[in-house]
């Protein structure tokens, strides 16, 4: 309602209120241009700070356009690696970047390639792929989803070079079909696998609804761009959550499937289920990290990862191999090209005769932990149950550091522990469900306050400390320091000549 008095009023001529009309329309149809345009092309200005910045073992995505990261997913095509990722620059995810490498190890950012409209309330994640018809359009395509009011929908953009983007018009909008799915449920990420007969399935974040047994998204397209929902696949022994990816390896299915903030396996015989939760190492990523994604990548089918700090600032995280043994099972593992990681060797001093006797035996090495370290060996685990546990203790000053122990068995915990040995508190577990040598091979990788651990080259799991570390190792050998043999170790830290 108008303040203005009634005897003040006046009325506008009606030619000058037709002219003001169409003057109106005018700017707010350049608006929505504009608008559209920001969303197709992001302005080309780059973070000239960043062109030749190359980061190893864990990459952050530094740009202020671009923000904290979320989820990641990749795609490789004549020799480089292109990653791509959620982010925020706000409070709200509002943007998809990019950095690119060419061995997977050595990255180098590029800022953002989409971000939101201005009537969207926030973006959600995707992946990329192959054009059906590429031999044809010679087009990549990229999903991802906008939440706009009360409903999420995925939309599309497309590129001819993996690094320019251009987003689809809304009449390629994918939305709920409300015969399975709910209309204002989630309806996030598709994750694409050829189709038998040509085109692509597809399986996302989705709610079906209770009476369909269904847990996620499942559909196909022919061009990749058009899609048909179809009935969700049912799924036994895992509760709702988000899709991280699926892929065909050997005669199986496997879906890596995020839920209450973990990552685990399902498996299914046909792309269309039904669905079960794996018998082994069902719980595949549970530590400071989220959101696997299948890389296939040219030497075999990798995952990726990000890995979370306790600030909450988040990095992607160095990629794994997926091992399926001969049970079926997967596993993550050491990828062989992370062996690039290695850039200076680092001789490792043994703790002395009296070190050698207490609970945590320091290494005599003060560890570039800030560039990045990874240290190797091999660790002879306790031979009974019982016997005091083995392991690694990282320092984080003030006394007090963050260790990994493990027991006859195998099993891991992960926690905090005083650098006198005293006072372990477990913050978790893990049981990968089988047998490491005798020795088994162990690999730390140290960077900041993040750790990986490994054994037998199989992941046990990412950690992150409560303080960075500060480069001081210890060895916890249960009173026996010879457990630990062979320990070799390298600074992570690359200069340009590096990775020319």
Not at 21 to 47: W, Y
Not at 258 to 282: C, H, I, Q, S
Not at 350 to 360: L, W
Request: glycine residues 10%.
């Amino acid at each position: 309602m108008s303040t203005m008095p009634h005897h003040t009023r006046k009325m506008i001529p009606r030619p000058l209120a037709l002219s003001l009309l169409f003057i109106c329309a005018i700017l707010a149809a350049q608006g929505a241009r504009t608008e559209a345009a920001d969303v197709k092309k992001p302005p080309a200005a780059k973070d000239e700070t960043l062109e030749n910045d190359v980061q190893t073992m864990i990459f952050k995505a530094r740009s202020k356009r671009t923000g904290n990261m979320w989820d990641t997913w990749l795609y490789h095509d004549k020799g480089t690696h292109y990653l791509f990722y959620l982010a925020k620059s706000s409070r709200k995810w509002d943007n998809i970047s990019m950095a690119t490498s060419p061995d997977g190890v050595h990255w180098k950012e590029h800022g953002r390639v989409l971000f939101k409209d201005r009537h969207v309330t926030w973006m959600g994640t995707g992946s990329t792929w192959k054009s059906p018809n590429y031999e044809k359009d010679g087009k990549f395509l990229l999903n991802f989803s906008w939440w706009t009011g009360p409903r999420q929908t995925i939309f599309f953009a497309e590129s001819k070079d993996l690094l320019n983007w251009t987003r689809l018009g809304n009449e390629y909008e994918f939305v709920q079909d409300e015969r399975w799915y709910e209309r204002n449920g989630r309806w996030d990420c598709i994750w694409t696998i050829p189709r038998p007969g040509g085109g692509l399935y597809g399986y996302w974040t989705a709610t079906p609804k209770k009476e369909t047994g269904g847990a996620f998204g499942f559909g196909q397209s022919t061009d990749g761009i058009k899609w048909e929902a179809l009935p969700p696949p049912k799924v036994h022994g895992a509760g709702r959550g988000e899709v991280g990816a699926i892929e065909k390896i050997g005669s199986r299915y496997y879906m890596m499937f995020g839920t209450g903030g973990k990552m685990v396996t399902l498996l299914a015989d046909k792309p269309e289920g039904p669905f079960r939760r794996a018998k082994k190492n069902y719980l595949l990523l549970s530590g400071h990290t989220y959101f696997s994604r299948f890389f296939p990548a040219p030497d075999g089918m990798l995952v990726n990862h990000h890995s979370i700090a306790r600030n909450g600032q988040v990095y992607f995280a160095p990629l794994k191999q997926a091992v399926v043994d001969k049970e079926g099972t997967l596993r993550l593992g050491w990828w062989k090209g992370n062996e690039k990681m290695k850039h200076r060797p680092v001789e490792v001093r043994m703790p002395g005769p009296q070190a050698s006797k207490a609970p945590v035996a320091m290494l005599q090495n003060v560890f570039d932990a800030k560039s990045g370290v990874i240290i190797e060996g091999k660790l002879n685990l306790p031979k009974a149950k019982g016997r005091r546990r083995r392991g690694i203790y990282i320092d984080c000053g003030k006394g007090e550091g963050g260790a990994v122990l493990i027991n006859s068995e195998g099993v891991a915990e992960l926690g905090t522990l005083k650098a006198d040995g005293s006072g372990f508190e477990a913050k978790k577990s893990d049981n990968r469900e089988m047998a490491f040598g005798t020795p088994a091979k162990f690999r730390l990788l140290l960077k900041d306050s993040l750790m990986e651990f490994y054994l037998d080259d199989i992941l046990i799991e990412c950690y992150s400390l409560v303080n960075n570390a500060t480069g001081k190792i210890g060895l916890i050998g249960g009173g026996d320091v010879q457990a630990f043999t062979d320990l070799k170790a390298w600074n992570a830290k690359c200069d340009e000549k590096d990775h020319e």
